[in-house]
């Protein structure tokens, strides 16, 4: 943990029953006063169907004490694969998280916060 700047991780969100996070936030928690981690990214691949929460504020908590003193960067993509359905009621809840869920990373002046709602196709989907 010593060494580590950079994390980097996919997830695939293929239940809607399942926390999207997977407890990211809870372990972020136990390591942000050991750590010299310079950027976080993580992509979130979710089919339509999936029924967006209010969980992702855990995040921007998590990573917004003062214990991530090296912390300069948080990308977080979500990617919406289309299968067909033509409702956007769910990406268009998504694109509002950085007002709804994550206020102190879209507000921060020391962390830079790339945020990012991207609808992709199946096919592409399945070649990443």
């Known amino acids: 943990m010593q ?3 950079h994390i980097s991780v996919l997830i695939h969100i293929d239940d809607d029953d399942v ?3 997977f407890d990211i936030p809870f372990e972020l928690e136990n390591m942000r ?6 950027s976080i990214g993580i992509v979130f691949r979710m089919d339509k169907s999936y029924c967006q929460g209010n969980s992702w504020g855990r995040l921007d908590e998590a990573l917004t004490t003062p214990e991530w003193f090296s912390l300069k960067r948080v990308s977080l993509v979500i990617e919406i694969v289309d299968l ?7 990406e268009v809840a998504l694109r509002k ?3 709804t869920q994550f206020p102190q990373l ?4 020391s962390i830079s916060f790339d945020f990012e709602v991207n609808v992709v196709s199946w ?3 399945c070649e990443r």
């Not at 067909?84 to 769910?90: A, R, V």
């Not at 879209?106 to 002046?109: A, D, G, K, V």
């Open 106 to 109: 879209s507000t921060s002046n």
């Open 84 to 90: 067909g359905i033509s409702d956007n009621t769910l």
């Open 3 to 5: 060494t580590l700047k």
């Open 97 to 99: 998280l950085p007002e």
């Open 19 to 21: 926390d999207p996070l």
């Open 123 to 125: 096919l592409s989907a």
């Open 33 to 38: 006063a050991q750590n010299i981690i310079e």
